[in-house]
Protein backbone atom coordinates (compact mmCIF):
# COMPACT_ATOMS: atom_id res chain seq x y z
CA UNK A 1 0.00 0.00 0.00
CA UNK A 2 1.39 3.54 -0.99
CA UNK A 3 0.56 6.77 0.59
CA UNK A 4 1.09 8.78 -2.55
CA UNK A 5 0.95 12.81 -2.17
CA UNK A 6 -0.67 14.78 -5.13
CA UNK A 7 1.69 17.84 -5.00
CA UNK A 8 5.64 18.68 -6.53
CA UNK A 9 5.74 21.84 -4.12
CA UNK A 10 9.05 20.94 -2.40
CA UNK A 11 7.71 23.11 0.76
CA UNK A 12 4.43 21.11 1.08
CA UNK A 13 6.06 18.27 0.40
CA UNK A 14 8.95 18.86 3.56
CA UNK A 15 5.69 19.74 5.80
CA UNK A 16 3.85 17.21 5.10
CA UNK A 17 6.37 14.41 5.37
CA UNK A 18 7.32 15.94 8.91
CA UNK A 19 3.80 16.32 9.71
CA UNK A 20 2.61 12.50 8.80
CA UNK A 21 6.15 11.24 10.18
CA UNK A 22 5.57 7.99 7.70
CA UNK A 23 8.72 6.70 5.51
CA UNK A 24 5.85 5.05 3.25
CA UNK A 25 4.83 8.61 2.20
CA UNK A 26 6.03 9.21 -1.33
CA UNK A 27 5.53 12.63 -4.09
CA UNK A 28 3.69 11.55 -7.00
CA UNK A 29 7.22 12.72 -8.69
CA UNK A 30 8.94 9.76 -7.66
CA UNK A 31 6.65 7.57 -9.30
CA UNK A 32 5.42 9.53 -12.30
CA UNK A 33 6.54 12.42 -14.82
CA UNK A 34 4.74 15.81 -13.48
CA UNK A 35 2.06 16.42 -15.09
CA UNK A 36 -0.61 19.60 -15.00
CA UNK A 37 -3.63 19.53 -13.17
CA UNK A 38 -6.08 22.35 -13.26
CA UNK A 39 -7.63 23.67 -10.55
CA UNK A 40 -10.65 24.56 -11.82
CA UNK A 41 -12.94 24.47 -8.28
CA UNK A 42 -14.41 26.80 -6.47
CA UNK A 43 -13.49 25.80 -2.80
CA UNK A 44 -9.99 24.25 -1.50
CA UNK A 45 -11.96 21.33 -0.82
CA UNK A 46 -12.82 20.77 -4.94
CA UNK A 47 -9.43 21.48 -5.76
CA UNK A 48 -8.15 18.87 -3.38
CA UNK A 49 -10.26 16.54 -4.42
CA UNK A 50 -9.66 16.94 -8.48
CA UNK A 51 -5.84 17.06 -7.73
CA UNK A 52 -5.80 13.85 -5.75
CA UNK A 53 -8.59 12.37 -8.40
CA UNK A 54 -6.13 13.68 -11.07
CA UNK A 55 -3.10 11.32 -9.37
CA UNK A 56 -4.97 8.52 -8.37
CA UNK A 57 -6.43 7.99 -12.13
CA UNK A 58 -3.21 8.16 -13.88
CA UNK A 59 -1.16 6.13 -11.11
CA UNK A 60 -3.45 2.97 -11.99
CA UNK A 61 -2.61 1.49 -8.80
CA UNK A 62 -5.64 0.06 -6.53
CA UNK A 63 -3.32 0.15 -3.70
CA UNK A 64 -2.31 3.24 -3.22
CA UNK A 65 -3.60 5.71 -1.50
CA UNK A 66 -3.78 9.60 -2.34
CA UNK A 67 -3.58 12.57 -0.44
CA UNK A 68 -3.86 16.19 -1.88
CA UNK A 69 -3.60 19.20 -0.34
CA UNK A 70 -5.51 22.90 -1.16
CA UNK A 71 -4.76 25.88 1.03
CA UNK A 72 -4.42 29.37 0.93
CA UNK A 73 -5.23 32.42 3.10
CA UNK A 74 -8.37 34.80 3.31
CA UNK A 75 -7.84 38.09 4.58
CA UNK A 76 -10.81 40.09 5.90
CA UNK A 77 -10.20 43.56 4.61
CA UNK A 78 -10.02 42.38 1.07
CA UNK A 79 -12.89 40.33 1.33
CA UNK A 80 -11.61 36.95 1.77
CA UNK A 81 -8.97 37.24 -0.80
CA UNK A 82 -6.90 35.33 -2.46
CA UNK A 83 -8.52 32.18 -0.71
CA UNK A 84 -8.38 29.26 -3.19
CA UNK A 85 -6.29 31.89 -5.92
CA UNK A 86 -3.13 31.82 -3.01
CA UNK A 87 -0.48 30.19 -5.45
CA UNK A 88 -0.92 32.39 -8.41
CA UNK A 89 -2.32 36.07 -6.26
CA UNK A 90 0.81 37.57 -8.18
CA UNK A 91 -0.02 35.99 -11.45
CA UNK A 92 0.44 33.25 -13.41
CA UNK A 93 3.80 32.16 -13.19
CA UNK A 94 4.63 34.06 -9.80
CA UNK A 95 7.44 33.41 -7.78
CA UNK A 96 6.18 33.03 -3.49
CA UNK A 97 7.65 36.27 -3.33
CA UNK A 98 5.13 37.75 -6.31
CA UNK A 99 2.29 36.37 -4.29
CA UNK A 100 3.72 38.09 -0.79
CA UNK A 101 4.79 41.28 -2.13
CA UNK A 102 1.51 41.63 -4.15
CA UNK A 103 -0.75 40.89 -1.04
CA UNK A 104 0.93 43.23 1.29
CA UNK A 105 0.50 46.06 -1.70
CA UNK A 106 -3.01 45.22 -1.82
CA UNK A 107 -3.44 45.10 2.05
CA UNK A 108 -1.71 48.38 1.95
CA UNK A 109 -3.38 50.15 -0.75
CA UNK A 110 -6.85 49.88 1.94
CA UNK A 111 -5.19 52.00 4.19
CA UNK A 112 -4.19 49.99 7.37
CA UNK A 113 -1.40 48.42 8.01
CA UNK A 114 -2.63 44.51 9.28
CA UNK A 115 -5.99 42.64 8.78
CA UNK A 116 -7.13 40.05 10.72
CA UNK A 117 -6.80 36.69 8.19
CA UNK A 118 -6.99 33.00 8.24
CA UNK A 119 -5.36 30.26 6.81
CA UNK A 120 -7.65 27.27 5.99
CA UNK A 121 -6.11 23.87 4.17
CA UNK A 122 -8.50 21.07 2.89
CA UNK A 123 -6.92 17.27 3.25
CA UNK A 124 -8.24 14.94 0.41
CA UNK A 125 -8.16 11.43 0.35
CA UNK A 126 -8.68 9.19 -2.86
CA UNK A 127 -8.93 5.87 -2.72
CA UNK A 128 -10.33 2.54 -4.10
CA UNK A 129 -12.52 2.96 -0.68
CA UNK A 130 -13.77 6.78 -1.98
CA UNK A 131 -13.38 9.88 -1.68
CA UNK A 132 -12.97 12.24 1.48
CA UNK A 133 -12.44 15.12 2.89
CA UNK A 134 -11.29 16.67 5.91
CA UNK A 135 -9.86 20.37 6.70
CA UNK A 136 -7.88 22.85 9.21
CA UNK A 137 -7.77 26.21 9.85
CA UNK A 138 -5.41 29.07 11.15
CA UNK A 139 -6.69 32.46 12.67
CA UNK A 140 -4.47 35.53 13.38
CA UNK A 141 -3.56 38.32 11.10
CA UNK A 142 -1.98 40.10 8.41
CA UNK A 143 0.65 41.96 7.82
CA UNK A 144 2.30 44.68 5.19
CA UNK A 145 5.76 44.11 6.07
CA UNK A 146 7.18 40.39 6.10
CA UNK A 147 9.40 39.65 8.97
CA UNK A 148 11.32 35.95 9.40
CA UNK A 149 13.02 33.87 6.64
CA UNK A 150 11.23 30.80 8.25
CA UNK A 151 8.62 28.72 6.15
CA UNK A 152 7.18 29.16 2.79
CA UNK A 153 4.65 31.24 1.19
CA UNK A 154 2.87 34.23 3.23
CA UNK A 155 4.56 32.74 6.45
CA UNK A 156 6.31 36.32 6.67
CA UNK A 157 3.50 38.02 6.61
CA UNK A 158 0.71 35.95 9.09
CA UNK A 159 0.79 36.18 12.81
CA UNK A 160 -1.38 33.64 14.63
CA UNK A 161 -4.07 34.59 17.14
CA UNK A 162 -1.74 34.56 20.55
CA UNK A 163 1.49 35.04 19.24
CA UNK A 164 3.61 38.60 18.49
CA UNK A 165 5.77 36.24 15.98
CA UNK A 166 5.10 35.80 12.37
CA UNK A 167 5.41 32.19 11.05
CA UNK A 168 8.37 33.32 9.26
CA UNK A 169 9.52 33.94 12.80
CA UNK A 170 8.54 30.89 14.83
CA UNK A 171 10.20 28.06 15.53
CA UNK A 172 9.09 24.79 13.37
CA UNK A 173 7.88 22.76 16.39
CA UNK A 174 5.99 25.76 17.36
CA UNK A 175 4.63 26.17 13.89
CA UNK A 176 3.33 22.02 13.92
CA UNK A 177 0.53 22.61 16.19
CA UNK A 178 -0.77 25.93 15.05
CA UNK A 179 -0.76 25.24 11.51
CA UNK A 180 -3.82 24.56 9.30
CA UNK A 181 -2.18 22.00 7.81
CA UNK A 182 -1.25 20.06 11.02
CA UNK A 183 -4.98 20.10 12.12
CA UNK A 184 -6.51 18.72 8.76
CA UNK A 185 -3.48 16.01 8.66
CA UNK A 186 -4.62 15.32 12.21
CA UNK A 187 -7.66 14.66 10.71
CA UNK A 188 -5.96 12.75 7.56
CA UNK A 189 -4.64 10.54 9.03
CA UNK A 190 -7.29 8.89 11.34
CA UNK A 191 -9.17 8.28 7.93
CA UNK A 192 -5.97 6.54 6.65
CA UNK A 193 -5.74 4.71 9.82
CA UNK A 194 -9.07 3.57 9.36
CA UNK A 195 -8.73 2.63 5.56
CA UNK A 196 -5.81 0.74 6.52
CA UNK A 197 -7.47 -1.39 9.43
CA UNK A 198 -10.26 -2.00 6.71
CA UNK A 199 -7.95 -3.67 4.09
CA UNK A 200 -6.20 -5.56 7.16
CA UNK A 201 -9.84 -6.99 8.12
CA UNK A 202 -10.74 -7.47 4.55
CA UNK A 203 -7.69 -9.55 3.93
CA UNK A 204 -7.91 -11.77 7.05
CA UNK A 205 -11.50 -12.69 6.25
CA UNK A 206 -10.88 -13.81 2.74
CA UNK A 207 -8.07 -16.03 3.83
CA UNK A 208 -10.35 -17.53 5.83
Known sequence: ???????????????????????????????????????????????????????????????????????????????????IYSARYGGQNASAQDNLVTLMNAIKACAVGSSKAHYTAAIAIVSREGERCVHGWMYGKALTVPKGQNGFGYDPMFIPDGFTQTLGELPNEVKKGLSHRSKALNLAKILIDQIKEQRIYAGSAATK
Open 1 to 83: MKIVLATSNKGKVKEILELLGNDSVIPYTDLLDEFEIVEDGNTFQENALIKARAVYNVLNDESAIVIADDSGISVDVLGGAPG
